[in-house]
């Protein structure tokens, strides 16, 4: 296949199938020579002219992508696991007497929406080799086989058969009753400029995506007095893969892409079903350890003392909420101040900092945007000199933030000049560590995240380098004593035989959440499964497929690009219109292929490109810088020779 045209391939946001089965399409490519070698470019051969004085080891980036694709399962693998852990689940649930243990199995539709009594044993779900059997209904599980009584589901490796709706899927064919969809391997079309399918109607070209069902076909199936069969739901639910922007498609370089690997949806399915309270070590000691080891663990990558504390969070700016309400409290006791309190922040920090103020009640607090550098940095003279001029017109500077991997950039404040100044002025210092904080696992990045263990307190998500589901930060207060005062609780009378022992420090005492999804299998799975080592590969990888589009596009004369530091990197084309970079951004995502965005940056607009999927790989960036030589020449600008690192 020739990997310069992926103009056939379907649009990248209306290709739910694919991506949910890891159906991708292989692409292979390689380099014969480490000083030459060529493309096609409409029926033309040119050369890639090869840079004297760019040494890039595609060895060991190879190394690192077959490592990465570990956590890549397939979908057999992920079937094999559910089942696994729906075994374990209905082992658990059996032990409890439950009367219908799994907790899913549907009743027949003569009894639903009627006051009938169903028997125990009626429904007869069964499946597969292993004969695993829980509760009174008889409930099996294995690998590939199911059956069902009334609906008469069966399923196997290869086809799936199910009544009343009569839906069946095989390799080269799919077939469903009341929506009389039929797909075969000559019934989908998929052009350069068009994308169809069936009922819905999708087409997308250039410039238009069009849907045949009108805008109130797009609600979710509504909650009704009655239930409807577990086919329907289904069916509804997976419209949503329409309109979801691919998170985990290799294709996804736009904004910071969220990733999540199969054990951990498998940690969230097992949180859900034996669903813990996992904020207090009386409700479930074990539960609440699996938390505190990746805090502690967390907490050891960056440099912190066992005293430190921290919790899981919904997400980053829940964690730097929980973060700066303890510097509010320990820098700012008193309400009356908070009008004359500053936070100070530079032009490129994320704009859930200052969001977190309002939450706080401190909307009144005076907020200073410290312009970057030249390397996109915080220039600390100028912050020193906003705070000598604040404290000189008595107002309180209380807090400033860093950040290691701006959303923008990905560049990485001095932390350690930042400190000198908080520690001048008596200030709180916390760390952004949100999209760049697990680089740290790499070797070649930890210089980056120096001084980042003086920091009062930090904040990163698991979600985007540890690829857990959307919805997983995680706070980090050096001194956990502060922490735990800042969230000091009165608990009722109705725990007061909960009480544990004094050096029990419950995550309910660490934060204001207290009905908090058990997070940690969502995390603690895969690394467990994985082990470090393969997040540290999979993230290195990321950091050198950067590197080699950053060296890829610096050859090209009509490109200006930004070196970066972890995986983010901005070009654009220089000399010309803002329009017309937007014009070259919409001819290079114009096949649904890749997503990118802009952004601007000291007044100037870049096309922005962010690798952090783990499936994302050196052939995927390869496609992508075809296309923006594609990009170039279709826009009749001056061809060059273009540069390849090898």
Request: aromatic share 8%.
């Amino acid at each position: 296949m020739d990997v310069t045209n992926f103009s056939s391939q379907p649009h990248w946001r209306h290709c739910y199938r694919n991506i949910c089965t890891d159906n991708f399409v292989e692409r292979k490519h390689s380099f014969p020579s480490p000083f030459t070698t060529s493309f096609k470019t409409h029926s033309r051969t040119k050369k890639i002219t090869m840079s004297s004085e760019v040494v890039f080891n595609l060895e060991y980036l190879t190394r690192l992508e077959e490592s990465a694709r570990t956590l890549e399962s397939t979908p057999q693998q992920r079937s094999e696991m559910m089942f696994k852990a729906q075994r374990e689940v209905d082992a658990y649930l059996e032990q409890l007497s439950l009367d219908h243990p799994t907790g899913w199995v549907i009743p027949p539709k003569e009894t639903q929406g009627q006051d009938k009594l169903v028997q125990p044993g009626q429904y007869q779900v069964q499946s597969g080799p292993n004969q695993v059997q829980s509760g009174p209904d008889r409930v099996q599980s294995g690998p590939y086989q199911a059956q069902s009584g009334p609906d008469q589901v069966q399923s196997g490796p290869d086809w799936v058969q199910s009544a009343p709706d009569q839906a069946q899927s095989g390799p080269d064919r799919v077939q469903s009753g009341p929506d009389q969809v039929q797909s075969g391997p000559d019934q989908v079309q998929s052009g350069p400029d068009q994308v169809q399918s069936g009922p819905d109607q999708v087409q997308s070209g250039p410039d238009q995506v069009q849907s045949g069902r009108g805008p109130h076909e797009t609600e979710p199936l509504p909650i009704q007095e009655n239930g409807v069969s577990i086919d329907e739901v289904l069916r509804d639910f997976s419209r949503i893969g329409n309109e979801m922007e691919r998170e985990g498609h290799p294709g996804h370089m736009a904004y910071v892409p969220g990733n999540s690997t199969a054990p951990a949806a498998i940690g969230d399915f097992l949180a859900a079903s034996f669903n813990p309270y996992s904020l207090n070590v009386a409700s479930c000691r074990r539960a609440v350890k699996m938390q505190q080891m990746i805090v502690q663990w967390v907490g050891r990558l960056f440099g912190y003392p066992s005293a430190c504390a921290g919790n899981l969070t919904s997400g980053g700016t829940v964690a730097t909420m929980v973060a700066m309400t303890t510097a509010r409290d320990h820098k700012v006791p008193r309400s009356k101040d908070y009008s004359r309190s500053v936070l100070y922040l530079s032009e490129l920090t994320h704009d859930g900092v200052a969001k977190c103020l309002s939450t706080l009640g401190m909307r009144e607090a005076v907020v200073r945007k410290v312009p970057v550098d030249d390397k996109y940095r915080m220039d600390v003279n100028i912050l020193r000199k906003f705070i000598e001029n604040d404290v000189q017109n008595n107002l309180l500077p209380f807090l400033v933030v860093a950040t290691t991997g701006t959303t923008d950039v990905g560049s990485v404040d001095p932390v350690p000049a930042i400190r000198a100044v908080a520690t001048q002025y008596n200030m709180w210092l916390h760390v952004d560590a949100c999209y760049g904080g697990f680089f740290v696992l790499c070797n070649s990045a930890k210089h980056l995240f120096e001084g980042v263990e003086t920091a009062d307190s930090i904040a990163v998500d698991p979600h985007k380098g540890l690829y857990a589901p959307f919805g997983t930060g995680l706070v980090l207060v050096r001194n956990g004593t502060l922490l735990r005062n800042s969230n000091t609780r009165q608990h009722g009378n109705y725990m007061q035989d909960q009480l544990t022992n004094p050096e029990d420090w419950n995550p309910e005492d660490l934060t204001f959440e207290q009905s908090a999804h058990f997070r940690a299998p969502r995390v603690l799975l895969p690394l467990q499964l994985y082990g470090v080592a393969t997040f540290r590969d999979a993230l290195q990888e990321k950091l050198e497929l950067a590197k080699y589009l950053y060296l890829r596009l610096k050859g090209q004369a009509h490109i200006q690009v930004v070196e970066p530091v972890l995986s983010t990197v901005l070009f654009r084309i220089p000399g010309v219109s803002d329009n017309t970079n937007r014009a070259l951004l919409r001819e290079i995502t114009t096949d649904g292929r890749f997503f990118i965005t802009t952004t601007t940056v000291k007044g100037v607009l870049y096309l922005r490109v962010i690798i952090f999927c783990y499936r994302t790989h050196r052939q995927d960036v390869d496609v992508f810088i075809n296309k923006v030589k594609d990009a170039v020449v279709k826009m009749e600008l001056p061809e060059v020779e273009f540069c390849h690192a090898g």
